[in-house]
């Protein structure tokens, strides 16, 4: 794990779940943070991607549970792990509308923001060349 401002969502709640016409917002009451892909999410070991039945309502499922730990590497992605589930986005490089992959900002008691990028941490390995 880099040093990410993406651990500053743990402790914070999951307030809201926002479906935009391709792409997702994750609103931690405050915080939020912008997949520019489809995650997979994983709620009571039962995986979920975008078009499987049950998609949305497992990650509405999780609204008002805290971040319990998240995760970043190059076999992961990028991971936000609650206590009944998770939210991963770890896309192909094929799976790409732009070179952006995530962003996180809206944090009260800190400055600026973060953006994973395609040829970036944790999206810089092998298969991202």
Same mark, same amino acid.
């Given at each position: ?24 917002? *994750?609103?931690?009451? $405050?915080? /939020?943070?912008? #997949? ?6 994983? !709620?009571? +070991?039962?995986?979920? %991607? *975008?078009?499987?039945? $049950?998609? /949305?309502?497992? #990650? ?6 805290? !971040?319990? +730990?998240?995760?970043? %590497? ?56």
């Amino acid at each position: 794990m880099t040093d990410s401002l993406l651990v500053a969502l743990v402790g914070h709640e999951l307030g809201s779940v926002i479906f935009v016409r391709d792409y997702l917002q *994750l609103d931690f009451d $405050g915080p /939020r943070l912008t #997949l520019l892909v489809w995650p997979r999410v994983t !709620v009571d +070991a039962q995986a979920r %991607g *975008l078009g499987d039945h $049950g998609y /949305r309502d497992s #990650l509405c499922s999780l609204i008002g549970h805290p !971040v319990r +730990a998240v995760e970043e %590497g190059s076999d992961t992605g990028i991971a936000v792990r609650f206590e009944s589930g998770s939210i991963v986005a770890n896309p192909e490089p094929d799976e790409l509308e732009s070179c952006e992959i995530a962003m996180l900002s809206g944090f009260s008691d800190r400055t600026g923001s973060m953006v994973w990028r395609h040829g970036e941490f944790p999206f810089d390995g092998p298969g991202w060349s």
